[in-house]
Every structure is written in C-alpha cells, then in structure tokens.
C-alpha cells in the first residue's frame, strides 16, 4: 500500500532558491522497488530524483552513512554531482548525523562518496575517473549537431565516472554561449554532450578568480539541456586540470543560456584530488505518496 515518506525539493549550485538545478528528495525509499521508483522519478520530471536508504552492510562497515539511489526520467545512474550534493544536504537537514566530524560519507552505485563541509558549502570528491579521445568520426557528427566548426575545437575527450559525457572545449565563451543544438541527433548519436570554454579575461594560471562557461546537453536522458551538472564539471576538472587549461581552483557558471545562474567550486587539494562544491537551498518541504 502506498504511504506518505518525508520528501523534499532542492535547488543545488545555487544560494538563491529557483535559479540552480532542482533535485527531488525521497527521504525514506525503503520497501519502494525499482519500477516505483523510476515511475515517480518519470513523473516529477526533473533531471534527477533520489531516493534515501540505509547504507548497506558492506557500505556500513566502510564507513557510509546513507545510500543513495538516483533517477532520471529515462533510468538509473550509479552516480550523479547534484544529486550527490543535493540529497546530503536534505539528509543533513532532516537530522541525519554522520559518523564523522569532519566527513559525510555516501553510499551509491558507483561505491563510496566523500563529501565535506567547505565553508558554507558541500562539496563532494570528484571519484575516480576514465578519459579517451574520441572517434574523429563521432566528434564530427557531435561538432555538426552542435553547430560548431573543426576550428573552434581546442580539444575533445570521452569522460566516465559513473556517469558518461563528451566532453568539448571550444575556443571562447560566445562560442558556448551561441550554440543551438539539434538535440534529436545527439540523442540518435547515443551520447551526452557537456561544452565548456575559458574565460581568458580571468584565466591567469594563478588566479582563485578563473571562470569556466559550461553546457550539457543531455537528450539521450530526456533532458534537453541540464542546468547545473556536477559529475560533468567533477570530470571537466580532472580533464582540465591534468592538461593545465584550467587552474587548481576556479568557479564554474552555467546554466546561463536557460535563466539559470549555477556556481560549481572547483578546488584540488594538496594531494591532487579534486572537490566540487556548491550551495543547496530547500525550496519544498513535505510529503510524497509512494
């Protein structure tokens, strides 16, 4: 029978309710399986839906606090960057307590997710990650759906940490800023698409204050165009970083071109590993019949 479980909506990567990437909180996904979860995660129609569980023994006995289980529309993803953020911020709010002082830890699909307060913020550990260069083939087609030349491609690279981009950087921020993709053929090219560009005015290598435009373009999971996307920017900056185009820490706009205004910190700490935070603001709190 279905029954009412704690729910709530969060705007993440942003201070400011309405203008980040809204994320639905089941806080109680117990008993739900996976088809109940999928059709309320279609329903809300939000680019993803989580759904809080205990951790399981395995992911207890490493130190998780909760496990998480994330939804698009079109199906599940064993991990996702706003999701991630979004759902601590809910489970902190309703009063979960984590084990550690310092630490947040996340069970989900693609294993275990450090996540720390930065400030006022969340910020989650970019988790491990693979990259490849292209096909020249699909990176044509990808570049003719975009609208885009050969020549405003500074470089290109499949990324994958639980979740798979192409990921695109492109020569400067009107470039990414214009675009109007045919979103039906990245859908039949089978891939997501996340474009990013330098802002050169404050791209000094040392500079706390480097810019980064992005867009993802997300049709293959129903969404045409994502407002914030973390596990995107968690592997832009691990690409980026490593290849020296951006520095160790910068801020991350996008959403831009869908009146959105999201912030994404990146920040790589002293051992090399990478931290994506943000802001999460509760904009409905209530129940949901599951």
């Known amino acids: 029978m279905p029954q009412l479980r704690p729910f709530a909506q969060v705007d993440v990567f942003t201070a400011q309710p309405y203008l980040g990437n ?11 399986n996976d088809a109940q979860m999928q059709g309320f995660a279609r329903w809300t129609n939000l680019s993803e839906t989580t759904f809080l569980l205990p951790p399981t023994p ?15 529309p079109g199906g599940e993803l064993p991990f996702a960057g706003h ?34 307060r930065d400030g006022s913020r969340l910020a989650f550990a970019a988790p491990s990650f693979q990259r490849k260069n ?19 491609i500074i470089s ?4 994958s940490n639980g979740t798979e981009w192409l990921g695109v950087l492109v020569d400067d921020m009107q470039s990414v800023l214009q675009l109007q993709p045919d979103h039906p053929a990245l859908k039949n090219l089978g891939v997501k698409v996340g474009v990013a560009a330098v802002d050169s005015a404050r791209a000094a290598p040392d ?68 931290w994506v935070g943000g802001d999460s603001v509760t904009c409905i709190r209530g129940s949901a019949t599951l």
């Open 22 to 32: 809204p994320l639905a909180v089941v806080l109680d996904g117990s008993s739900l």
């Open 156 to 159: 290109a690279q499949h990324l």
């Open 134 to 152: 292209p096909s020249p083939g699909l990176l044509a087609q990808v570049a003719h759906a975009l609208g885009l030349t050969a020549k405003q």
């Open 83 to 116: 999701p991630t953020l979004g759902s601590c911020h809910a489970w902190l709010e309703a009063g979960g307590a984590p084990r550690a002082k310092d630490r947040i830890v996340q069970e989900c699909a693609k294993g275990l997710v450090q996540i720390c």
């Open 58 to 72: 395995e992911g207890a006995a490493q130190g998780a606090d909760y496990r998480v289980r994330i939804f698009t």
């Open 207 to 274: 500079s706390i204050a480097a810019k980064l435009e992005v867009r993802a373009f997300a049709a293959l999971n129903g969404i045409n165009e994502d407002p914030v996307t973390g596990s995107l920017n968690a592997s832009l900056a691990q690409w980026l970083i490593a290849d020296e185009y951006m520095p160790p820490s910068y801020v991350v706009h996008q959403g831009t071109c869908i009146q959105r205004e999201g912030r994404i910190h990146i920040r790589q700490d002293a051992s090399g590993q990478v």
